[in-house]
């Protein structure tokens, strides 16, 4: 090791001893200068805004997603889960990158039936008119319904 290289090391181990002897000081001290702070780094922004927006634009060119990962479907590869989508039907929302948590129930709630050995089309049906039931409550006081009542 060189002797800037050993020079390094021992300095680093003594931070790290001396961080262990005191652990509240730099949480103390960050109480006591935050004004100080966020000024200072309100007043780099304003003078280097040029910098802001080069971290800025490679901030989102790292974390933007070039194509959304498909997700695959929960129930899938058992005659079961075939089933029980056959008696629900397909995913009826809107939303193609969103997964329909009631689509997902309903499928739950069939294959649950199917392997309990009960009806599942009454099962799907009774689970669905219950899901279905805030509508009756909650639509009617939402603002926009008014105008849908209206026409």
């Known amino acids: 090791m060189t002797r800037s ?3 390094t090391e021992q300095r680093r181990a003594y931070c790290r001893a001396w961080r262990r002897a005191h652990p509240g000081y730099h949480r103390a001290w960050a109480a006591e200068h935050r004004a100080d702070v966020r000024a200072r780094q309100r007043t780099w922004r304003h003078r280097r805004p040029e910098l802001v927006r080069a971290q800025r634009a490679r901030y989102h060119r790292l974390t933007r997603a070039s194509d959304p990962l498909e997700l695959p479907p929960k129930h899938i590869g058992h005659p079961m889960f ?15 990158w969103l997964i329909d948590p009631l689509h997902e129930d309903l499928l739950s709630e069939a294959t649950l ?11 799907v ?20 319904s008014a105008q849908v009542h209206a026409a």
């Open 125 to 144: 049906r009774r689970y669905r008119s219950a899901e279905y039931e805030w509508r009756m409550w909650i639509v009617p006081i939402l603002p926009w």
């Open 113 to 123: 039936a199917l392997v309990e050995g009960s009806n599942a089309s009454e099962a």
């Open 82 to 96: 075939d089933a029980a989508r056959l008696l629900v039907g397909p995913d009826r929302s809107g939303l193609r």
């Open 5 to 7: 290289a050993a020079s």
